[in-house]
């Protein structure tokens, strides 16, 4: 696993993190990230094998290693954070919320349960080289639908009224990959207030960005 990876792991597995990108871009109720908890993420890689897939346990890992689940008493919440553009994140999106239904349903008792969780799955598009996002909309692949949360779609406005740590992690990748704003954001006061995590996240892009 990379740096880059393990900053990404360490910064978006916060319970905090999560209820603040699910409240601000995809639900309309209020989480309350006291309320969520991780997911065990294995059951649903390996009802993934299950299906015939040729890929192993250790790929379903790594193809999903940057994507984070929550749950509370009322749905899923699942986060890919990608930092690179790929037109099959649908694709990708979709088989994981297919092997978190199969999940469920295996140890699922109607007359306890109730109900199904559903699972809401956003993708962040997290890297400071920017592409035209209109290639991987909200909405594709047939019915199936999915939230896009890109950077350099997101108004300033809407950016400022998030938590310092995220509101500077989303100014940053809203830069691009202008090396000399890149430079001014990392002497400005708003990187300074940022938390050690958010920072280390923002220097493994700078890191990662400079090895391209």
Known sequence: MSNLD?????????????????NCFVLNENLNPSEMTPADKMPIFNKL??????????????????????????LYCALLVE????????IKSCLFESGLYATQIETWNCLNNGWLLPCYTAVLYL???????HEITS????????????PANICDDTIDELSEDLGGIIHFAKIGDDVKKRQEFL??????????LAKK????????????
């Open 6 to 22: 393990d900053a990404i792991r360490d910064y978006f597995e916060q319970p905090e993190v999560i209820a603040e990108l699910f």
């Open 49 to 74: 094998k299950d299906y015939g897939s040729k890929l192993t346990l250790e790929k379903f890992q790594h193809m999903y290693r940057n994507l984070f689940l929550m749950k509370t008493e009322k």
């Open 83 to 90: 930092t690179e553009a790929s037109k099959v994140l649908p």
């Open 127 to 133: 890297s400071p080289e920017h592409y035209h996002s």
């Open 139 to 150: 909405k594709s692949f047939y019915d199936y639908s999915f939230y896009m949360i890109d």
């Open 187 to 196: 002497a400005n006061e708003v990187y300074a207030r940022m938390g050690d």
């Open 201 to 212: 996240l923002v220097r493994c892009f700078v890191d990662d960005m400079s090895t391209k």
